[in-house]
């Protein structure tokens, strides 16, 4: 299948939730790159085009607000946006996520529905 709207990346350490949000985004027509850690993430990123990165708030031992702040200050990266995914639903979590630079945020469990809502509010508020 052809993407229309470019190749989203997923950092996410669940392969059972990477899956699902991988699915959301085909039906979205991304084409989808995964990478379950930082490092992996960042490679894929510096040689891949991608339009839109779903980033898990909890990536195992690394925080992915750490994540988040580097691609802010990256030259080349600083534009892309950001979707945080995260079981953390508490308003506090989730201004700490906007601070970041996060784009839109999305707790789980999700649905279709929802995975697509906090896609348009991230591409939306980088345009």
Partial sequence: MASVKGRALIVEDDADTAE??????????????????????????????????????????????????????DAVLRDLPVLMISGRSERAAIAAAYAAGADGYVTKPFSAGDVASGVEAALGARR
């Fill in 20 to 73: 699902l949000l991988r699915v959301h985004l085909e039906q979205l027509g991304f084409s989808v790159v995964t990478a379950s850690d930082r490092d992996t993430a960042l490679g894929l990123l510096h040689q891949l085009p991608v339009a839109l990165v779903l980033l898990d708030r909890h990536l195992g031992a690394r925080d992915a607000l750490s994540l988040l702040r580097e691609l802010r200050r």
